[in-house]
């Protein structure tokens, strides 16, 4: 049984590479859009076949920690907010937390460390092939929602950032209630026992361990819980899924 499920998540990961690789291509065409949200239903199917939401990512030992924990994507946001909280080494970072809560709130770091901290070893798997591990401390998202208080009507979490992807477009990514209650998905500050540093996302990423990297939003400048996604960017759930990638990517 142990070699069956090895070889279809296996023979899964390797399709959904093979989608997201040729999806600027695909996503261009007429029908592409059809072909990438069919092989995404497909995927979420069997992914959660495999790994239900109860099921935990590979968390590792000290001396597994990658000598360089490599950044991906953005490495510097270059908006002026950003620049400011920056030049005061973020002192002045607050978390707005709004949308469909009961509570809207606004949560500086050290909020963050009040409602909860901890700590986790997992490996970052870059949609590129590449992987790292690293020891993150945050803050488990699941606190936070307690915290705000989730409305009947919500059934997905935004991430929005600071780093702009061009044309006034702010980077954006999303999770669904199962997988922001998941007891590793983390709101981190640290990273290997300092402050996560700013080509890794400071002051405060997103820690989905279970999710290929694209979906680990850094920079996080606020976070909104919706019933949808029709509003936000092209209603896709995040900045890549909005260029064809797909918004599931669990590993």
Known sequence: ?????????????GAAGLIVAGCDRISQ?????KVLGSAEGLN????????PSSAMAREYREADISAVFRANGTTMPGSAVYQ?????QFRDYRLPVNGLVSRPTTLSIDDLKKLDMRTQITRHDCVEGWSVIGKWQGTLLSAVLDHVGVQPQ???VVFHCFDDMGLGTPYYESVDLSEARHPQTLLAYGLNDRSVPVPNGAPLRLRVSRQLGYKQAKY?????LVASFA??????GGY??????????GI
């Open 44 to 51: 979420h199917r069997v992914q959660a076949l495999l790994a």
């Open 29 to 33: 065409s007429s029908w592409g859009p």
């Open 220 to 224: 996080i400048s606020r976070i909104e």
């Open 84 to 88: 400011t909280l920056l030049a005061n």
């Open 1 to 13: 049984m142990t070699d069956r499920r090895a070889f279809l998540r296996m023979t899964m990961m």
């Open 231 to 236: 509003s936000i960017g092209d209603g896709h």
């Open 154 to 156: 919500a059934r997905y």
């Open 240 to 249: 890549w899924e909005d260029q064809g990638y797909e918004w599931y990517a």
